[in-house]
């Protein structure tokens, strides 16, 4: 939705179209940028300090997923800004109930869900970090069910509009996720778990992207956890 207000700004400009979508990196690299504020931000609402500070803020900072990602036109990095300011506005909630941050909390939470379907992951944690606070809280406990009610009268109504918009508007079925490709042979159903481990090829070496062919499961993890691909 940000992408398709962004082309339609550059449209009133006379800009061609192929510009006009390379120029979508211009969000993207903002996006990065708020992550590694956010990030910041983080860091210091946990007090880390010293190492405990500069390790995790240098992975975040130099990590080459955030760097392709920056480059990149699709809504995968903001996804992951929403969902790190989801984070943030959790612990402080956690350190501080407040309806303000339950409300800013449930806000960048929805819009994660909104953007992609993978913002859904943090929900388990979200509600545990609900749990716990509740079962900790001594005097405040009526205080705690009603943000967590709050949370759930947002969160549903907010996180569920645009599918739900898709659907009614063009039929798309509701959390539709595409499938495999016909020739896509990512397939590992009939590989044991030893020759799967040992599934491995030169080939996987010379693209950071899982190529067309039963990648053993070990460098698809590490090509996901390095390069998000």
């Given amino acids: 939705m940000i992408s398709a207000v962004w082309l339609k700004i550059h449209s009133l400009f006379f800009i061609q179209y192929d510009i006009e979508f390379e120029n979508i990196q211009i969000l993207t690299l903002f996006y990065s940028g708020c992550i590694i504020i956010l990030t910041y931000k983080l860091l ?4 880390l300090e010293k190492l405990a500070f500069i390790i995790p803020f240098l992975i975040i900072c130099f990590h080459p997923q955030l760097v392709l990602l920056s480059g990149s036109a699709n809504n995968d990095i903001l996804c992951f800004t929403f969902s790190l300011a989801a984070i943030l506005f959790a612990v402080k909630w956690y350190k501080e109930p407040l309806a303000k941050n339950m409300i800013y909390l449930v806000i960048f939470m929805s819009a994660a869900v909104m953007t992609k379907l993978f913002g859904f992951v943090l929900l388990p944690a979200i509600f545990l970090l609900f749990i716990l606070k509740f079962v900790k809280a001594k005097n405040n406990k009526h205080q705690i069910i009603k943000q967590i009610i709050l949370f759930c009268c947002i969160f549903f109504p907010l996180a569920f ?21 016909f020739f896509y042979k990512q397939e590992q159903g009939l590989l044991s778990l030893c020759k799967d481990m040992v599934n491995i090829d030169s080939t996987d070496f010379q693209t950071i992207f899982i190529i067309d062919r039963n990648i053993s499961f070990l460098i698809a993890i590490l090509k996901s956890s390095i390069f998000g691909e």
């Fill in 44 to 47: 210091k609402e946990m007090y």
């Fill in 161 to 181: 509009f645009w599918p739900l918009y898709i659907h009614i508007k063009y039929g798309t079925p509701l959390f539709l996720v595409s499938g495999q490709d």
